[in-house]
């Protein structure tokens, strides 16, 4: 996708125009600004209360991150600006956040949730909703709103990939061809040959490229906690297809399932209602501890009645 037609992302060039037409020293000092544009893109359907972040890249691009809740689901299945910020940098390959602009302070959820980024304490954040002048806009290292931080230095290696960093989890599905190996959950017909629900406009709908972009996510997927990587593919009524990697937390309850990153995606790269979502492929283990095979049906069940969810099980690929 070209990120100069997205919403959701300004290529560095881009930024360091609007930076200077505002007469502004810095790509940096741009973030406050864009806050705005970026709460008018959240989806808060539930709490009507509209959070926006803006993040500047190490590669120099500029992302949004908004959040998105879901109508009939439990609130903790909802998307925290900050970490749809995140997910968002993943999709997009970047490898590190420098800083990020908010309009509200973090709850406790998102400042735990950044703590999965290396040298996460030197991210530099400001919260627009206590400043006044944008224009000068101070920021502060993300030290200063979570001292004592408790995160992967306690539980992991400093050489396990931390989120953001390159992941290869190994993963590989041999057993394609077995009709045991895969569940069709939300409509409950074995006998549906193509991915499609009746919705598709442009396009048949490609079981193979699903079940290899949800591989894809899987083998991307930050689980170093449970050693349980999963991934989603989900296909829009245009062919589009759009897949979320699973994003653990050294504190567990703030992990992103592969589902939500998934929508992240989907938003990110230009997604409309949810109802367009007409078909998804979810790739995990067969035998894990942690399992996203019945959230996944839920979340879709609620958000898209229509969309077909098939499960492949993955297994760890042989040297």
């Known amino acids: 996708m070209d990120s100069k037609v997205s ?24 973030l406050p600004h864009l806050v705005d ?8 359907s539930i709490s009507n209360f509209h959070v926006g972040a803006v993040g500047l890249g190490s590669d120099g691009r500029v992302f ?35 800083s990020f602009a908010v309009s509200a302070a973090p709850c406790g959820h998102c400042r735990q949730f950044l703590q999965e980024l ?12 206590d400043s006044g002048d944008r224009k000068d806009a101070i920021f502060k290292p993300l030290s200063e709103i979570l001292p004592n931080p408790f995160g992967p230095h306690d ?21 394609l061809n077995d009709a045991s190996n895969t569940r069709n959950l939300c409509n409950g017909n074995s006998n549906v040959e193509k991915l499609s629900n009746g919705n598709c406009e442009k396009h048949d709908f490609d079981e193979a490229l699903l079940r290899k972009s ?34 653990e937390s050294a504190a567990y309850n703030p992990s992103l399932g592969p589902v939500q990153a998934a929508l992240v995606a989907y938003v990110a790269e230009g997604g409309g209602g949810y109802e367009r979502i007409v078909a998804a492929v979810l790739v995990e283990k067969e035998v894990a501890k942690v399992k996203q ?15 077909e969810l098939k499960v492949f099980y993955c297994h760890s690929a042989k040297n």
């Open 7 to 30: 919403q959701f992302v300004t290529d560095a060039s881009e930024a360091e125009s609007m930076a200077k037409s505002l007469s502004l020293p810095s790509v940096n000092h741009l």
């Open 37 to 44: 544009s970026a709460q008018s893109l959240a989806r808060p």
């Open 64 to 98: 949004f991150g908004v959040n998105l809740e879901f109508p009939g689901l439990p609130l903790h299945h909802s998307v925290h600006a900050e970490q749809f910020l995140l997910t968002n940098l993943a999709v997009h390959r970047c490898p590190r956040l420098l």
């Open 118 to 129: 290396r040298l996460s304490s030197s991210v530099e954040i400001h919260i627009t909703a």
């Open 155 to 175: 539980l992991l290696g400093q050489e396990t990939p931390l989120l953001l960093e390159s992941h290869h989890n190994r993963l590989d599905l041999s057993t």
């Open 214 to 247: 949800a591989l894809e996510a899987a083998n991307s997927a930050h689980a170093p906690y449970s050693g349980c990587p999963s991934g989603v593919a989900l296909m829009d009524c245009e062919g589009k297809v759009h897949r979320g990697s699973y994003i």
């Open 293 to 307: 095979e019945d959230t996944a049906r839920m979340i879709l069940k609620a958000i898209s009645p229509k969309c």
